[in-house]
C-alpha cells in the first residue's frame, strides 16, 4: 500500500501517462490492495464479486484498477490545470488591451511588448486601415510590427477597454473561452476603442477624438496568440464631443 500512496503523493506535475505507467509497475498483491483501497475511498465495504487476487492478475483487471485509481485519485489534480491556463489565457486578453493602449509615437519598446503576446507565426486579421480595402492579414511579428507602428503614428491616446456588463448590483468584464481544436482555447470579448487622430504630417494630436464598439477573437496556445481577428463596427463609430470649456471663477 506504500507503493501506491507513495507514486499519488509523488504525481504532482508528472505526465499522466508515466503516472499509469509507474502504477503498472505494481505487483499483483499491490494492486489488489490499490483495488480494496478505492472501495474503501467509495464508501463500500466490498469490492464485486470475483475481483480476487486470481482475477487481479489478469491484465484487463489490472487496467480497471489503474483506471479506477486514475479516475479517483488523479483527477481531481490534472482538472485544476485547465484552471490555471485559463486564468493565463483571460491575462494574455487583458495584457493585450493593456498594451495596445500603450502604443504612440516613436514607441519601439511599446511595440516589442505588444508583439511578446503573439507566436512566432501568428496571424493578426483586422478590417482595412484608410489606405486599404478588404481585409488585412498581418503575418508574424514583421507583418503585426507594421500595423502597430501605422496605428502608432496615425493615431493618440488609444484607450481600448473590455465592454462590462453589470447584474444584481455586480459589474464585471465579459471574456468567453472555449476550447479549440489546435490544442488551446479561444477567448472572444466585446471592446470599446477610443482614439485621437494624429496629424499624420507633423505627428501632432489636436484631431477629433472617436470611439467605436467592436469585437475581438483570440486563439491562443500555451498562453501565446496565434491568432486575433478584429472587428470593428464603423457604422456605429462616434465622434466624442470636446468637454466644453468653463470660465474661471471671477470672470
Do not use: C
Not at 32 to 54: E, I, N, Q
Amino acid at each position: 500500500m506504500e507503493a501506491v500512496l507513495g507514486l499519488i503523493e509523488d504525481h504532482g506535475d508528472r505526465r499522466l501517462d508515466h503516472f499509469i505507467a509507474d502504477l503498472l509497475e505494481l505487483s499483483d498483491e499491490e494492486l489488489v490492495r490499490a483495488w480494496h483501497l478505492w472501495f474503501d475511498l467509495r464508501k463500500s465495504r466490498t469490492p464485486p464479486r470475483g475481483f480476487t487476487l486470481a482475477a487481479m492478475t489478469d491484465d484487463n483487471a489490472a487496467r480497471i484498477v489503474v483506471l479506477a485509481l486514475v479516475t479517483l485519485l488523479v483527477a481531481p489534480v490534472t482538472a485544476q490545470a485547465p484552471a490555471g491556463n485559463a486564468n493565463r489565457d483571460e491575462q494574455s486578453v487583458r495584457a493585450w488591451v493593456q498594451r495596445w493602449n500603450a502604443l504612440g509615437g516613436d514607441n519601439a519598446k511599446a511595440i516589442d511588448e505588444l508583439l511578446a503576446l503573439y507566436a512566432p507565426d501568428a496571424l493578426h486579421i483586422t478590417g482595412p486601415l484608410p489606405h486599404q480595402r478588404g481585409t488585412a492579414t498581418y503575418r508574424g511579428h514583421d507583418g503585426i510590427r507594421v500595423l502597430a507602428a501605422r496605428i502608432a503614428a496615425s493615431r493618440q491616446g488609444l484607450t481600448y477597454r473590455i465592454e462590462t456588463e453589470t447584474a444584481n448590483e455586480k459589474t464585471a468584464e465579459l471574456l468567453h473561452v472555449a476550447a479549440g481544436p489546435w490544442k488551446g482555447p479561444s477567448v472572444a470579448v466585446q471592446i470599446v476603442a477610443a482614439y485621437t487622430d494624429r496629424d499624420t504630417s507633423t505627428g501632432a494630436g489636436g484631431g477629433k477624438r472617436w470611439v467605436v464598439p467592436g469585437a475581438a477573437f483570440f486563439q491562443l496556445v500555451d498562453g501565446k496568440i496565434r491568432r486575433a481577428r478584429i472587428y470593428y463596427a464603423d457604422a456605429e463609430k462616434a465622434e466624442v464631443e470636446p468637454q466644453p470649456k468653463r470660465r474661471p471663477p471671477g470672470e
